[in-house]
């Protein structure tokens, strides 16, 4: 009777707290659309900012951001699921291993700012990228590489020894059990921890700030050296150097509705990639 009671305790406690995260992120999302609908317009979405970025639109900071954002997942999706696949199925030891664990961890709790400043010296100053979407993308890469590989390690351990063993014993080999099995079992999982990094990469101001980010740009990138408008830096200016802040308070708003937006529907993309996957194998 008292286990249960106990029981019964945590599972409200449990509840409570999951009532309370989806209350606040219920009220968080009803703030931006209330005071962001209001300038959500065809225009909006396919014009360039005007006057003085008081009216107009931000169809180029939103095709930046979106250019930004699969860039990031496009180079360090490669990387995190080899490092991930290496550290895990090949179980290696050694000093220079535990190093690369260390630092995977604590690359999680790194500013983003420190990443802006290290893309900056990199990849905009010694490799001669420039301010550009290149410079941005790698950087946001690098950003969200932590997070892809942990998540990589936690799918690929939760796929049973067994299923390795039993394609090992078919006669297949470690490479071929690695592509054929372990990585289709672990895809969901893997899927789950790009879609988190999406969220990440494209709501960071910091980052493109140094690396990519333009304050006022009328045309779309038409190279992957050239500058770009994106939606977390507009705001981040319309509400810090704008000079009519009646007219641009509005506009910051609709444009946080904007990446909002933009995050859920890559990432229902995502989420569906991942789960048309994992049918697959299941079936």
């Known amino acids: 009777m008292k286990n249960k009671i106990v ?3 945590g599972f409200i406690i449990i509840t409570l ?9 219920a009220l968080i999302i009803y703030f931006i659309f209330a005071k962001g609908i209001s300038v959500i317009s065809w225009e909006f979405l396919t014009c360039a900012p005007r006057k003085a970025m008081t009216a107009g639109g931000v169809a180029p900071a939103i095709a930046g951001t979106i250019f930004l954002t699969l860039g990031a997942v496009i180079f360090a999706l490669p990387l995190g699921m080899s490092c991930a696949i290496y550290l895990n199925e090949y179980n290696p030891s050694g000093f220079i291993v535990n190093a690369v664990r260390i630092g995977v961890n604590n690359l ?52 049973p020894q067994s299923v390795r063993e039993a394609s090992l014993a078919l006669g ?90 933009i995050v859920l529907l890559i990432s229902s993309a995502a989420i569906i990639l991942r789960n048309k996957y994992g049918r697959y194998y299941v079936s």
């Open 17 to 25: 707290c999951l009532l309370a995260t989806l209350f606040f992120l």
């Open 108 to 159: 999680a709790g790194v500013p983003s700012v420190v990443f802006g400043l290290f893309g900056l010296a990199v990849f905009v100053k010694f490799l001669g990228f420039g301010v550009s979407v290149l410079s941005g993308s790698l950087t946001l890469g690098i950003l969200i590489l932590p997070a892809i590989i942990s998540a990589s390690q936690e799918a690929l351990t939760a796929v």
């Open 172 to 261: 297949a080999t470690k490479l071929q059990t690695i592509v054929k099995t372990v990585i289709p079992s672990a895809l969901p999982g893997i899927m789950t921890g790009v879609i988190l990094s999406i969220g990440r990469a494209a709501g960071e101001t910091a980052p493109i700030l140094f690396t990519a980010a333009a304050f006022y740009k009328r045309g779309y990138p038409d190279s992957p050296f050239s500058e770009v408008m994106a939606l977390p830096y507009h705001i981040y200016a319309l509400m810090t150097e704008g000079t009519r802040p009646e007219l641009q308070t509005p506009i910051a708003y609709g444009c946080a509705l904007l990446l909002l937006a």
């Open 7 to 9: 029981e019964n305790i």
